[in-house]
């Protein structure tokens, strides 16, 4: 007779399929497969030393896992039953799609948990199996897995991937998967593909699982091959090249992990123990072996040993395996070496209640369990605890098909249902939303856009007429500055030069500086535009589209033309015969003056002395009548100029601001043609959204009328699920499902 669970399974396969979650369907299948295999799969987990591969060799009474000072479990080692001692290494290739597809969220349903304060989980996939993280080649950063809820993130992901609907064994869309049956092999190894089997001797194995050799060419060849799993391929490792000469499989070519097979009446029975790396020690970007990820084990052991309480990364941990995986226990190794043992495991087992992680603890000693197995001391075994740990792994293993499989059957219900009825929330909280929203609320938005579109335009319009205000005096006094600055300078030049030298080059000098005045004058005017422009437009960014006009200022062509050439004015030129009466008046005075000055000593009027003296004064009146004809020259070029740079400005300041002006009315029409349009267009959505609601109102209720009849078949189905493992819905869950009446 099927068991109950089984018929549940079925039942959300079936309605997954109604969703068209052909993901959904294929994750389920697997679940199904895996809780039907009479195999109990056991994975321990933990932080580096903590004592899991002692663990293992003291459960089996056999030294399977290199343990030691300075030794590390660098890969998954797969322990399993074999009629004969055989070890060998596994190569699964990787998946060449890439970084897996993201399934939908896992967000369990469940109680609220106390404890620290940590933040949600994120989308994650469910418990599965096989996918892989991606490796540092694949393009991708890894995907690393959150804390669930109540747990904050303090250290990296666990060193597993996970698999979730949609995705193989792998994490490869679409790659066939062998199912775990007894043609599998002893060790019961789930592989993906053309996977590689490398056998290794018993005394070599070990050095590989703590990475002390680096691949294939590092291992002697087996004098014997390992038992094979049917459907793989079996090498010894000096045949690890293929038959065409390629190298064999290379660590990096794919994801590693060791198996090993001993006769051993415990994993006769179908028991299945996997060692993994600690977490701190593995790549987070390298991937693992399908044959470590929690989805496959049937039963995940942390270890962690009794010399401290349990770290928040352990509780971290522990959440967020809870949260995908229904049997979960805690190991606490090494209480032969502290006395208060029993303190620390009451202090973990009220972290574990705090926290709220369902995980029952069991304190071991290794150490102990080896001594008592070397001297069949029984009453040393029993000191060891490892009878409570080996019944808890027996009952386990004889309740798969009843009570593990109710649990693990209820929690995939939580992730498969959460997944179904989410995309049913967010469209039903859409057509909830929307269905608020009629044509009243509609008619006062639209009328919120007019009275916004009427503010706006009020906004442009006073920026429109203070700016260009602005503007009108800016380019004025900028060109006021200009004029003064060639004004300075003209004066500054005729200071001291002659207006009857050189007047062509002054007369080129003046007219190319006032060129340049009026082209930067109007340029900065064209610029400043501009910006106006765009300023007023920027009223109009919530519309969402381009409201600059198509046109721009720009400086005249010919506006070097508009510039007349200054003329020469008249000024009075110092002739030689003015130089000659000038010199003439001026030296009269010297001789008479002298003349009479030496008549005293007796000598005539007319002597050397006055005629030397009349020159003199002669030639000095002549260069002081020079200097006053050269002041007055400069005097009137100055005037002239000054005139001339005048009506310079005048011309130019008024095609300035016509200009402005012009620029003015024309952003004027293209922002008041461009309002217009678009309350044109406001009133026009608004008649629209006015018909279509009326339309849409009728097809909204009866889309919420099909979602609400399937959220409640949902809800009786997940009510279903978690009655097999004694969980009473009695209100709304966090999955937001409403159980049925």
Not at 322 to 342: L, Y
Request: proline share 8%; net charge neutral; glycine share 8%.
């Amino acid at each position: 007779m099927a068991p109950n669970w089984l018929d549940v399974l079925d039942e959300i396969v079936r309605v997954s399929g109604r969703h068209g979650r052909d993901d959904l369907i294929q994750w389920l299948r697997r679940r199904r497969a895996q809780l039907l295999d009479p195999r109990l799969r056991v994975l321990v987990v933990g932080e580096p030393k903590q004592g899991k591969s002692l663990l293992i060799n003291a459960l089996l009474n056999a030294t399977v896992c290199p343990v030691g000072e300075g030794v590390s479990t660098t890969i998954p080692t797969v322990v399993g039953h074999a009629e004969t001692p055989g070890a060998a290494l596994v190569w699964s290739p990787l998946p060449g799609g890439g970084r897996p597809a993201d399934p939908a969220p896992a967000h369990r349903p469940g109680p609220e948990r106390s404890g620290p304060v940590r933040s949600d989980p994120p989308r994650r996939p469910p418990a599965g199996s096989g996918a892989r993280w991606p490796a540092a080649g694949d393009g991708a950063e890894p995907r690393r897995s959150a804390p669930g809820p109540g747990v904050e993130p303090r250290s990296p992901a666990p060193p597993w991937p996970e698999a979730g609907p949609g995705q193989t064994m792998a994490g490869q869309p679409g790659t066939p998967v062998r199912r775990p049956s007894p043609a599998t092999g002893p060790l019961g190894t789930e592989v993906v593909g053309p996977a590689r089997r490398i056998a290794v001797p018993m005394e070599r194995i070990a050095a590989r699982i703590s990475g002390r050799t680096a691949g294939i060419g590092d291992v002697a060849a087996a004098p014997e091959a390992a038992p094979t799993p049917a459907g793989s391929t079996s090498v010894s490792a000096g045949q690890a090249g293929d038959a065409d000469g390629s190298a064999g499989p290379r660590p990096g070519s794919g994801v590693e992990h060791a198996e090993i097979g001993i006769p051993r009446a415990l994993l006769a029975s179908g028991l299945v123990l996997i060692d993994t790396p600690g977490m701190d020690v593995t790549d987070p970007r390298r991937p693992i072996s399908p044959a470590a990820a929690p989805g496959q084990a049937d039963l995940v052991l942390l270890v962690s040993d009794v010399t401290r309480e349990l770290s928040v990364t352990e509780l971290n941990l522990l959440l967020q395996i809870a949260q995908s995986h229904a049997n979960v226990a805690v190991v606490q190794s090494k209480i032969d070496m502290v006395p208060h043992w029993r303190a620390v495991v009451e202090r973990n087992r009220q972290h574990l209640a705090d926290a709220g992680v369902a995980a029952a603890l069991i304190p071991v000693s290794a150490t102990l369990r080896l001594q008592a197995a070397r001297t069949n001391d029984k009453q040393l075994n029993a000191e060891s605890h490892f009878p409570e740990l080996i019944n808890r792994l027996k009952r386990d293993q004889a309740g798969k098909a009843d009570t593990l499989g109710r649990k693990a059957v209820a929690l995939s219900s939580r992730t498969v249902i959460e997944q179904l009825a989410a995309p049913l929330r967010a469209e039903l909280a859409v057509t909830t939303a929307a269905g608020k929203s009629g044509p009243i609320s509609k008619l006062h938005a639209a009328q919120r856009e007019v009275d916004e579109l009427r503010r706006c335009s009020q906004r442009w319009q006073n920026t429109l007429n203070d700016e260009m205000a602005d503007l009108i005096s800016d380019v004025e006094y900028d060109l006021r500055d200009r004029t003064r600055q060639i004004l300075r300078k003209v004066d500054e030049a005729f200071d001291t030069a002659d207006p009857l030298t050189g007047w062509e080059t002054f007369q080129d000098w003046l007219t190319e500086n006032l060129t340049d005045a009026a082209e930067a004058n109007y340029a900065w005017l064209a610029e400043r535009c501009g910006w106006i422009a765009q300023r007023v437009a920027g009223s109009f960014e919530r519309y969402g589209f381009d409201a600059l006009p198509s046109w721009s200022v720009r400086v005249p062509e010919n506006l070097a033309d508009r510039i007349q050439v200054m003329e020469q004015p008249t000024v009075e030129r110092f002739t030689r015969t003015q130089k000659l009466v000038t010199g003439l008046r001026g030296s009269y005075g010297g001789v008479l003056m002298f003349g009479l000055a030496t008549t005293l000593a007796g000598m005539p009027l007319i002597n050397p002395i006055s005629l030397g003296a009349g020159a003199l004064f002669g030639g000095k009146s002549v260069r002081d009548e020079g200097k006053s004809l050269l002041k007055r020259r400069q005097a009137a070029v100055k005037t002239a100029t000054q005139r001339h740079v005048d009506d310079f400005f005048l011309r130019l300041s008024k095609d300035t601001k016509d200009t402005a002006r012009q620029v003015q009315r024309m952003l004027r029409d293209h922002f008041s043609g461009l309002t217009e349009e678009l309350q044109e267009g406001i009133v026009r959505s608004f008649r629209s959204a006015k018909q279509a609601a009326e339309v849409d109102a009728a097809q909204r209720d009866q889309r919420q009328r099909r979602i609400a009849e399937e959220m409640k078949r949902l809800a009786d189905l997940y009510e279903r699920a978690q009655a097999l493992a004694g969980i009473a819905v009695v209100a709304t869950d966090r999955s937001g499902l409403e159980p049925g009446p």
